[in-house]
């Protein structure tokens, strides 16, 4: 017997429920940093795909690290495969790019998994920036989220000032907010959460979310916490992600991921923290 043989799984055997493709840092929660501990708490066996590797985000005065090789991280995605642990998952998530050619592999990597494994489902968060800092990611990988990931996935998860740029023009009310989700609506892609949607049509303290689907739209409003920390749209993606793996209905997955997302800034500005944190209170409700 050889050693592959050995080590091959029993028939039908679950090796991992989710897997997740972003970002990595030693200090702070973004990323599969963050993204991991949720799904976890929501009871998920969880494969950890790093697209950089940072001591820190960008905000701090010293930064080191980098994208990951890319040789490093096409090969990782294929021992998923060749350990089964790809084609026998339910859900692919993913978040902060590297490069643009991490996202076209990732892209031609789920065509090939999907293959085996039809059910595999998708979700991005295409991180691309925010409307207080701009871009901050490589403005190419605007063209890769629209035109190679986007339409292979089931739902997306995009802040206003992204959907902006997948779009292509700026969206003044939540009604042309509703008009460009509604655009990336196919038969594949079946539903569009848009955070901090529409900020000008919203009080100053307040934020709202919007839920588009093909069935029609949820206008979800939630205290804003002015907490500076980083990661709470990585948070946000995987509370929803995990939720909906343990069968949550979506529109309910996002009212809880809204809810959870405030109380995790609420706790963090208590305590005075610069970065994110899983309260234990809040892990263990995700658990129910």
Known sequence: MSAEESFRPSAGARLIDAISVQSQVAYGNVGNTIAVQVLQ??????????????????????????????????????????????????????????????????????????????????????VIGDRDTGIYTDPALIPVWRDALAPRAEGLTPNHFELEQLVGHTLPTLDAC???????????????????????????????????TREGSERIEHPRVPHPVKGTGDLFSALIAGRRARGVTLAEAVRRACDDTVAVLRHGQEKGWQELALPQAIARRLAD
Do not use: K
């Open 178 to 212: 509703a008009q460009a989700a509604a655009s990336l609506l196919s038969e594949v892609t079946r539903w569009v959460v848009v955070t901090s949607a529409a900020p000008d049509d919203c009080p100053g303290d307040r934020l709202q979310v919007l839920l588009l």
């Open 41 to 126: 708490a929501c009871g998920l066996q969880v494969a950890a795909v790093p697209t950089v590797i940072l001591g820190n985000t960008p905000h701090y005065p010293t930064m080191h690290g980098g994208a990951l090789v890319q040789d490093w991280f096409e090969g990782i995605l294929d021992d998923l495969v060749a350990r089964e642990a790809a084609t026998r998952a339910d859900l692919v998530l993913a978040g902060y790019l590297g490069l643009p050619a991490q996202g076209l592999a990732l892209a031609r990597w789920l065509d090939r998994v999907r293959a085996a494994n039809p059910a595999l489902g998708f979700q991005i968060d295409p």
